[in-house]
């Protein structure tokens, strides 16, 4: 079965500084990792996603993520916040028997502060 | 492309009621999936269909629920005898055959549809 952790709920950071969130997955197969957003009261979207091919992976709105195999993380960075990067972001996987669905982290809710 | 929509964006109901929801998929997509999302949770997977057979189910997906995708276009998502538990808000998805198992497949989610239980 497959499984993510994301570190820390809430992160706030600072318009212009760097936006750190954390996710590790948990995979008995070679696992694809996904971002997506969530904007109050709409679905999902998704920002980037690894699928075995480069490590480093480059999403929309300026966001990347590196698949880190060693270290089982796939964290999502940009090098600078915008006020509009505020949302919650999920950390997904699928693997394994669960090839073709998502399992998704509890979420991270990310402030940016002015 | 008008992407996955889903009908209503928001339900009250009694509990006890019955409540269903619709979700069109993506045209070409032949795989459709729902998730349930409580406040300050992840989505949790229910279940997915290829065209219209029904393929996985949750151990969430209780007896009270039903999905279904009768003609491998819309799908619907009947609760009966909403409890205050079932308090969610339900998300639909789609994506081309195979779901994320292709590299290249995205799965697209609609809006999703709240239902508060009173």
């Known amino acids: 079965a497959q499984s993510v952790t994301q570190l820390g709920s809430h992160v706030s950071v600072s318009e212009g500084a760097l936006v750190l969130l954390r996710c590790n997955y948990s995979?008995?197969?070679?696992?694809?990792l996904f971002w997506y957003v969530q904007y109050p009261n709409q679905g999902l979207q998704l920002l980037l996603k690894?699928?075995?091919?480069?490590?480093l992976v480059k999403g929309i709105n300026g966001f990347e993520a590196e698949f880190k195999k060693s270290e089982t993380s796939f964290h999502l960075t940009k090098p600078s916040a915008h006020m509009s990067d505020a949302a919650e972001y999920f950390c997904?996987?699928?693997?394994?028997?669960?090839?073709?669905?998502?399992?998704f982290g509890q979420g991270t809710i990310l402030t940016v502060h002015p | 492309d008008t992407g996955v929509s889903q009908d209503p964006r928001h339900k009250i109901t009694k509990r006890g009621q019955n409540v269903t929801f619709r979700c069109d998929p993506i045209?070409?997509?032949?795989?459709l999936y729902w998730y349930r999302q409580t406040l300050g949770q992840g989505p949790e997977f229910l279940t997915y269909?290829?065209?219209?057979?029904?393929?996985?189910k949750s151990r969430l997906l209780s007896d009270r629920f039903s999905a279904e995708r009768p003609k491998g276009s819309f799908s619907t998502l009947e609760i009966q005898r909403t409890e205050q538990g079932d308090s969610a808000m339900y998300l639909c998805?789609?994506?081309?055959?195979?779901?994320?198992?292709?590299?290249?497949?995205?799965?697209?989610f609609g809006e999703g549809s709240w239902l508060t239980v009173v």
């Open positions: 998805a789609s994506s081309p055959g195979g779901g994320t198992g292709v590299p290249g497949n995205t799965i697209y």
């Open positions: 995979s008995s197969v070679p696992p694809y």
């Open positions: 690894y699928t075995s091919a480069a490590t």
């Open positions: 997904a996987v699928s693997g394994g028997t669960s090839y073709g669905k998502l399992t």
């Open positions: 045209s070409e997509h032949n795989r």
């Open positions: 269909f290829q065209n219209e057979a029904q393929l996985e």
